[in-house]
């Protein structure tokens, strides 16, 4: 026991370091989804319902929103998916740097360890996952807590950033070209450039926050020349960026897993990178303002942003129609990890529908800080990349557990999410639109026609938590009970299925693989490239 322990608290191996991530990240999640299971209930009915302190639904707010997106949602993907699939699909041994690699591991770790002193220490940070000044410097909640948890783990995804574009550079196999590796490992490499650009500058935000708030500096305080919009320029600087650090991944799996599931060959594959991808890091900086319609800013920013916004969504369409291409004529599998990779359209849909109005100033205007707005980014971002997320898991646990899930409760855990999700968050769209209902309220008895949306709203969160732990069961299940798996179970061609499941344990392959003339992770023998 104690053999194995060290071995995986020093190991410096790709798969294991990605599985340290996922158990970390999945943790968060369950964490950050009790948070929202405590808000839905006490959001059921108007009046207090299960607290009496205000101050209760700022705490469960602030650690939802910063634990999914910067402890699960960016972990799971450029985290577990990145470490544990990018070297087996150019045909790599390890990443460049394992040491680096086990470093930011352990960094994401002690980021999510303080993160939980949320629930020790006495006065627990209340300033939602942005952090806004003047409140998160007046507030007596501790707000340090908050600054260092973001600067762990914008650490470890900056030397994640380093390590994965220095191997997909430089250590792919001989024989695989830029134009034969997978969209997951092109997009994966899209997301780095992101990281290493922008997480500096949230960096930067929260230490300064941290400066005004504990050394007396004056960035953000108005009375003495400072300004708080700094900080939420700076905020959105990298958080918008950040919404294709989670984008990009979790389509690239969802790209991996259709067009495993759909026998098919990516669909305008050049466009879909150069095009799609490409045009995406371009255009990624240049859009934030849109989380700033409603501060004033000149109309001149504004209609600046609101062009670039609306231009960002040519490059994302062009994933979109990539990927719905890529069903076109294919032979399709219904199996578990592709009903997730189906529903992804289906929730980008929805999400990028209901976006796309929002990029126009004087729409936003009406709905900004409404329910409208959580329910579209929850779609577009939120669900969205979750459901990748569990899709990636379904789909490589038999490569890395050597055994098959049972695929019945598969699909009962996929269906009771996929109705859960829609239960809550559609609603939360329309009750924006005809209540204004407004976020991060915990009560809202100014608005008595929602109370009816609420209460659907919260029977869908229930249905999602019974998901979940069906997930749950079924992983765990398979992991001591199920069929043994083989080296590919579900036919792919690309090179990660080419290694025994689980892979060896250093260096993947006994000799690295020989890439043939032609070869390509979706070669079925389809249409023309
Ligand atoms: C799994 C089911 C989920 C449920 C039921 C849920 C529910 C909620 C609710 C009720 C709110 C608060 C609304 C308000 O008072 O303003 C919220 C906010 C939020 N959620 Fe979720 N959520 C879920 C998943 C996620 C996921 C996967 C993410 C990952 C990105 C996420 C990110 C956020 C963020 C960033 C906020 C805004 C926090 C803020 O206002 O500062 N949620 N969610
Ligand atoms: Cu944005």
């Not at 973001?150 to 650490?155: E, H, K």
């Not at 098959?404 to 409760?409: G, I, K, L, R, S």
């Not at 689980?502 to 992770?521: F, R, S």
């Amino acid at each position: 026991m104690m053999y194995v322990l060290k071995d995986w608290i020093f190991t410096t191996d790709h798969k294991k370091i990605g599985l340290l991530y996922l158990i970390g990240s999945l943790a968060a999640f369950a964490l950050a989804g009790c948070m929202a299971l405590l808000m839905r209930a006490e959001l059921s009915a108007i009046g207090p319902t299960i607290t009496t302190n205000p101050n209760d639904y700022n705490v469960w707010l602030y650690f939802h929103g910063a634990a999914m997106i910067l402890g699960f949602q960016i972990p799971a993907l450029t985290g577990f998916l990145a470490n544990y699939l990018i070297p087996l699909q150019i045909g790599a041994r390890d990443v460049a740097f394992p040491r680096v690699n086990a470093l930011s591991v352990w960094l994401f770790y002690m980021g999510i360890i303080l993160a939980l002193m949320t629930f020790v220490v006495p006065n627990p940070p209340d300033v939602m996952w942005t952090g806004y000044p003047p409140y998160s410097v007046l507030t007596p909640g501790n707000t340090a807590l908050y600054t260092f948890t973001v600067l762990l783990l914008g650490f470890a995804s900056i030397l994640g950033g380093v390590n994965f574009l220095t191997t997909i550079t430089f250590m792919r196999a001989p024989g695989i070209g830029w134009n034969q590796l997978n969209v997951f490992t092109w997009c994966t490499y899209g997301a780095f450039i992101l990281q290493l650009i922008f997480v500096p500058v949230l960096g930067t935000a929260v230490t300064m926050i941290m400066l005004d708030k504990y050394v007396g500096t004056h960035f953000f305080d108005p009375s003495a020349g400072g300004d708080v919009l700094i900080y939420q320029n700076l905020f959105w600087f990298y958080s918008h960026p950040a919404v294709y650090v989670i984008f990009l991944p979790f389509i690239g799996i969802v790209f991996d897993i259709v067009a495993t599931f759909a026998r098919n060959r990516i669909f305008n594959y050049k466009a879909a990178i150069y095009g799609g991808v490409g045009g995406i890091v371009l255009l990624a900086g240049e859009v934030w303002i849109h989380h700033l319609y409603v501060t004033g800013m000149p109309d001149w920013i504004r209609v600046g942003q609101m062009i670039t916004t609306l231009m960002i969504s040519v490059p994302v369409g062009l994933l979109f129609i990539s990927l719905v291409g890529t069903l076109y004529k294919g032979s399709i599998s219904f199996k578990t990890p592709m009903l997730y990779g189906l529903s992804v359209i289906f929730l980008m849909l929805i999400g990028g529908l209901t976006g796309i109005p929002l990029a126009l100033v004087s729409l936003d205007l009406h709905v900004s800080d409404t329910y409208f707005i959580i329910g579209h980014f929850h779609y577009v971002m939120a669900v969205a990349g979750t459901f990748s997320i569990f899709g990636g898991v379904y789909y490589l646990y038999p490569k890395f557990t050597g055994r098959m899930f049972n695929e019945t409760v598969g699909k009962i855990g996929f269906w009771l999410s996929f109705i859960g999700v829609n239960t809550v968050f559609f609603p939360m769209m329309i009750v924006g639109v005809t209540t204004g209902m407004p976020r991060r309220y915990w009560d809202y008895a100014q608005f008595p026609a929602a109370e009816s949306y609420h209460v659907v709203m919260t029977v869908g969160a229930a249905i999602i938590a019974v998901g979940f732990i069906v997930i749950l069961i079924n992983w765990i299940h398979g992991m001591f009970r199920g069929e043994k798996a083989g080296n590919n179970p579900w036919g792919s061609r690309s090179l990660e299925w080419t290694t025994t499941s689980p892979p060896l344990a250093h260096g993947n392959w006994e000799a690295v693989p020989t890439i043939e003339e032609g070869w390509g992770p979706y070669e079925y023998g389809t249409r023309k490239a």
